[in-house]
């Protein structure tokens, strides 16, 4: 990088550690880590060698004045960061969803619109290969002609009811105060996904959101999002902890129109995206399903898309992700610190002056928590801003 850059990250859990390392890599100094628990933030901090174990982000911003903030708490802290941040003029990666509503989403996009400050907004898996080559075969090969409907379905199985199955504990996921929930954090990346490999903004959103399940167990020594993700408890384990109200959504059916960018003319194509949570499905493995006027392209699975198929007529034909699109996605570790490193890439280049590809910004997050609140009040379709 031409200029050498300082860092602050604010929150101390997986997605400060893939910030770190993302920055780390391209030569940025990490000057500080910012969480609330003394113990926890200062593991984090020497595990990656960043100098300032904090628990008070407001202190240590003031004292480094870094030239970044990376924000990776839930949403829960976001708008107090990003105001001192923009006041002492950094630039700043925010992890999804930017706020906990649409309003406040533009009085954060509010904030930095009018200044030089770059901001990145952290919906990453349109950084994988296969979005990548999902763009290339219909915006540039063109091998289904025009995009006319796009169908994203998939399920994924939470929790049952039985005596034998197991439980999913309570996490910030689990309540919308803190900013959890599928459209907060799965949404956000689909809708970035569907706009980057169709070329396409999405203009307008209505939906309905079910809360599923309505309480869970608390497990008080899960904090990791990660040992989280890949942790069940027993029924009986469960009846011996607090049980708490949930509050936010794993299921959800929505309706997208997608428009070009800046196009007065021509019709709107209609999205349909839904999650069906312990569910059975004819679409064992989901998947994105792109109808055109010459054919149709498969791309199976939620994030990484595979296979990869084309079918023009009763012919099928399974295509492989060229490997330069394999090559371009930096490689540092697992397929989710590779995206965030995509993104510090890019947001790094545009701060230098630098050629680099577009990537999401505030402006983004701000239009995606319209299409989410739009969804959750389920009241007719709703505008997003599009310039």
């Known amino acids: 990088m031409v200029k050498e850059l300082k860092a602050v990250v604010v929150g101390a859990g997986w997605s400060a550690e893939g ?18 628990k003394p113990d926890i933030v200062q593991k984090v901090a020497d595990r990656l060698d960043v100098p300032d174990a904090s628990i008070d982000w407001r202190k240590s911003l003031l004292a480094h004045k870094p030239d970044i903030v ?15 941040a923009v006041e002492l003029g950094c630039h700043i990666v925010c992890e999804k969803p930017l ?14 619109k009018d200044t030089d400050l770059k901001h990145g907004f952290a919906a990453t898996h349109r950084y994988d290969p296969s979005v990548a080559y999902i763009r290339q075969l219909l915006t540039q090969e063109k091998v289904i002609g025009d995009i006319t409907a796009v169908d994203v379905g998939y399920t994924r199985r939470l929790q049952g009811g039985s005596p034998s199955e197991m439980i999913k504990p309570w996490n910030w996921m689990s309540s919308l105060a803190h900013g959890g929930g599928a459209l907060n954090n799965g949404l956000t990346h689909r809708l970035g996904m569907l706009e980057w490999m169709t070329g396409m903004e999405v203009t307008s959103a209505v939906g309905e959101a079910k809360i599923y399940p309505r309480k869970a167990p608390v497990a008080p020594e899960i904090r990791d999002w990660r040992v989280w993700r890949r942790t069940m408890i027993t029924q009986e384990e469960a009846a011996k902890l607090e049980w708490r109200e949930t509050d936010a959504e794993w299921d959800y059916s929505a309706f997208f129109k997608l428009g070009h960018p800046n196009a007065d003319t021509g019709n709107s194509i209609l999205v349909t995206m839904r999650t069906n949570p312990g569910v059975p499905s004819h679409r064992p493995t989901g998947g994105w399903f792109f109808y055109g006027t010459k054919g149709t392209l498969v791309g199976r699975g939620g994030h990484i898309l595979h296979p990869i198929t084309k079918h023009l007529g009763e012919k099928v034909v399974e295509l492989t992700v060229p490997q330069n699109l394999i090559d371009a996605l930096p490689q540092i570790g697992d397929e989710i610190q590779n995206k965030w490193t995509a993104l510090v890439r890019d947001v790094l280049a545009d701060i230098n002056g630098q050629p680099h590809e577009p990537y999401l910004t505030f402006y983004d997050g701000w239009r995606y928590q319209i299409a989410i609140d739009a969804i959750r009040a389920s009241k007719g379709w709703a505008q997003l801003i599009n310039t």
């Open 99 to 112: 706020a906990l509503n649409a309003e406040a989403a533009e009085h954060i996009y509010n904030l930095i």
């Open 19 to 36: 910030h770190t390392k993302a920055f780390q890599h391209y030569g940025v100094e990490v000057l500080a880590i910012c969480a609330r």
């Open 70 to 84: 990376a924000l990776t708490t839930p949403a829960i802290l976001r708008t107090e960061v990003i105001e001192l």
